[in-house]
């Protein structure tokens, strides 16, 4: 066993990783081709993973489903790396409906919402979505222009949003308004559950994008939907914290997706350096072949390092700002240029797609945009870092 692999993971993460791997092995790997070149929406494989309880490991073991709900973020970064690296899209669409949805209902839902809208989701027999980005609302989430009104026993929603992934797929969605429009959205933003069913809900159209092939991710509109009031998540007003919530966590599996991008990416890399002979000797020999690949392994060692780090963090109850933003940061950095160096290595045969570097090249790029760019995380860890040294001058 590799001696880093011992020290950075205990016995039982490793027997859920082996757990895992094996899933991958029966239930993805024999459609990886199908959903890659047909980019069709993996409905079935994602109700299995909820079976096999893959989208219940970070939420509290009585909501969860099988040996290892309850255990943590760490389990959720180990079920992100493995299904990241056999199909990219697939977890994206899993960790929408897992994390992305599922963490700002299991840490703020009634008993209620919990039973109704989150445990059908976790055991994968519905898909959920988070909308939180419109077309004209990105990094700057107070800027957010769907708006609730109160009316009779509940509210009335409209608005647009746009990069919700499953959006179309979703049978439900904790969706973001803005409820008072006369105070900052840090106290003027709701959260709400809505059901696809819902009158006025619409989807405009699926986007087509540069990879994450499987995965959906939609436009979507709001007219007029009423909105009961059972379904509020939290407060009235407690929105934005509910959407800040949730960053934390999604930004930690998001930099260990990034993991599962770069992980097959240099295996490929190393494999191919062996087995290419140029000027009468394996690639491997020249360096500059073989210091790109110390390059990357060390990229993608000090990633994980970040990753699990801030997981464990995390499972401890301490805040994480500013460890899950260097995590993304990194890991999402790391997983672009290593697969850009796999690329590299393999040469022509990096630029065709039966051997698959040129598509986690793709799917790596997305994580440096979604869930907060790299340029919003730097933002957010100097602030980080300032506030730390006032608190240590006071
Ligand atoms: C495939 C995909 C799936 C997604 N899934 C979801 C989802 O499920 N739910 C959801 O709500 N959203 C989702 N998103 C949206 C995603 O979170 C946003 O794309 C992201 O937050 C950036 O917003 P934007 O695209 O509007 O870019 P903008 O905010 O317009 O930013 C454009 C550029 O300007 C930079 N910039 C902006 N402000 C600053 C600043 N203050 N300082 C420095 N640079 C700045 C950005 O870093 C970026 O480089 C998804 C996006 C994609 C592409």
Do not use: W
Not at 40 to 51: F, S, T
Not at 55 to 70: E, F, R, W
Not at 116 to 123: A, G, H, Q
Not at 347 to 376: C, F, H, P, Q, W
């Amino acid at each position: 066993m590799d001696v880093n692999d011992y020290l950075m993971y205990t016995e039982e993460e490793r027997e859920f990783r082996e757990y895992v791997q094996k899933f991958c092995l029966d239930e993805i790997v024999p459609h990886e081709e199908k959903i890659q070149k047909e980019n069709i929406y993996p409905r079935e494989i994602i109700r299995k993973i909820g079976q096999a309880g893959l989208m219940s490991v970070h939420h509290p073991k009585d909501i969860g489903v099988g040996k290892y709900a309850g255990k943590g973020l760490v389990y959720e970064t180990i079920v992100a790396e493995e299904v990241s690296a056999v199909v990219a899209g697939l977890d994206m669409a899993r960790m929408s409906t897992a994390t992305l949805y599922g963490k700002p209902i299991s840490r703020f839902g009634t008993t209620e919402q919990i039973e109704k809208y989150l445990k059908p989701v976790i055991r994968g027999e519905k898909i959920g979505a988070l909308g939180i980005t419109e077309p004209n609302v990105g990094s700057d989430v107070a800027g957010m222009e769907t708006h609730a009104e109160s009316k009779d026993d509940g509210y009335l929603l409209n608005g647009r949003k746009k990069y919700i992934t499953n959006g179309s797929q979703a049978d439900y969605l904790c969706v973001f308004a803005i409820t008072d429009s006369t105070v900052h959205a840090k106290q003027g933003m709701s959260a709400f559950i809505i059901e696809n069913t819902m009158p006025g809900f619409k989807v405009v159209k699926d986007l087509d994008l540069m990879g994450m092939h499987g995965a959906r991710v939609s436009e979507l509109k709001f007219e007029n939907i009423f909105v009961p009031k059972e379904n509020i998540l939290g407060k009235i007003g407690d929105g934005f914290a509910i959407c800040m919530d949730e960053l934390d966590s999604e930004r930690v599996a998001i930099a260990a997706e990034a993991l599962g991008y770069a992980r097959p990416a240099l295996e490929k890399a190393i494999e191919h350096s062996q087995i290419r002979v140029q000027f009468d000797k394996p690639i491997r020999y020249f360096e500059g072949v073989n210091f790109k690949i110390a390059d990357m392994a060390t990229e993608l060692e000090a990633a994980r390092l970040l990753t699990l780090n801030s997981a464990r963090l995390y499972d401890k109850g301490l805040s994480i700002t500013k460890e899950a933003a260097m995590a993304k940061i990194f890991a999402t950095k790391m997983a672009v240029n290593v697969c850009d160096n796999a690329i590299q290595i393999l040469g022509g045969k990096g630029y065709e797609k039966e051997n698959k570097v040129e598509r986690y090249y793709r799917d790596a790029k997305l994580m440096e945009i979604g869930g907060g760019t790299s340029e919003i995380l730097r933002y957010l860890v100097q602030r980080e870092i300032f506030k730390e040294n006032k608190r240590k001058k006071d």
